[in-house]
């Protein structure tokens, strides 16, 4: 069964802080793993993709499959990173997308 | 302009009446999905659909049902047998393949008093 964990429903923290939101999952094949963030009044949209390796507003996310995480960090978070943010697992050759219960990421000057 | 879209974005029904909410996507894509957003419990998977007049069921599918006639279109009907309908619904579609895109609409929130 395909399940995503995000333990912490809120997290909050200065601004230039370092920034860690977790994401466990639970597949027993091959996951593809995305991260997504919604804006306060503005669509759920996509943010990184593990299988992209890519930096997109200074986030990374690395796959641990050893672990079965995908954690979302940022070394030095900005206001305007102030979002909620859910991870979200694709089984290998499915079209079944689910998502974890969201991370409240609140960031002050 | 290309994109999903849901409506109403406000739905109110009385208790007992089935309601059907509109998706509709011009992407051309293939999967559509149905969640249900409730605070602190993230997107629950409702159904979802990777081709025309196929669909499977999410993790909470029952009270609901859906269509998938056309391409661009998937409603999702809210029956009365849906124990706790109030809920912000969304909407997603997504190109068939590995690692793709899923695209939101905008949501709509159904109040049943």
């Known amino acids: 069964a395909q399940r995503v964990t995000q333990p912490e429903k809120l997290l909050s923290v200065f601004k230039g802080a370092p920034v860690e939101l977790k994401c466990n999952y639970s597949?027993?094949?091959?996951?593809?793993l995305f991260w997504y963030v919604q804006y306060s009044r503005q669509r759920l949209q996509l943010l990184l993709r593990?299988?992209s390796r890519e930096s997109i507003k200074g986030f990374t996310a690395d796959l641990n499959k050893g672990e079965t995480s995908f954690h979302l960090k940022k070394p030095f978070a900005q206001e305007e990173d102030s979002a909620m943010y859910y991870c979200?697992?694709?089984?290998?050759?499915?079209?079944?997308?689910?998502f974890g219960t969201g991370t409240r990421l609140q960031v002050f000057p | 302009d290309g994109g999903i879209t849901q409506s109403p974005k406000y739905l109110f029904r009385k208790e007992g009446q089935n309601v059907t909410l509109s998706c509709e996507q011009n992407?051309?894509?293939?999967?559509m999905y149905w969640y249900r957003q409730d605070p602190g419990q993230g997107l629950r998977l409702i159904y979802y659909?990777?081709?025309?007049?196929?669909?499977q069921k999410g993790d909470i599918a029952e009270g609901y049902s859906v269509s998938r006639e056309k391409k661009e279109s998937f409603p999702l009907t809210v029956t009365s047998a849906q124990k706790n309908p109030t809920a912000f619904y969304l909407c997603?579609?997504?190109?068939?393949?590995?690692?793709?895109?899923?695209?939101f609409g905008q949501g709509t929130r159904l109040t049943v008093v």
């Open positions: 997603a579609s997504s190109i068939d393949g590995t690692n793709t895109e899923a695209f």
């Open positions: 597949y027993s094949g091959s996951p593809e």
């Open positions: 979200a697992l694709r089984g290998y050759n499915t079209d079944k997308l689910i």
């Open positions: 593990h299988i």
């Open positions: 992407l051309n894509h293939d999967a």
């Open positions: 659909s990777q081709i025309v007049n196929d669909f």
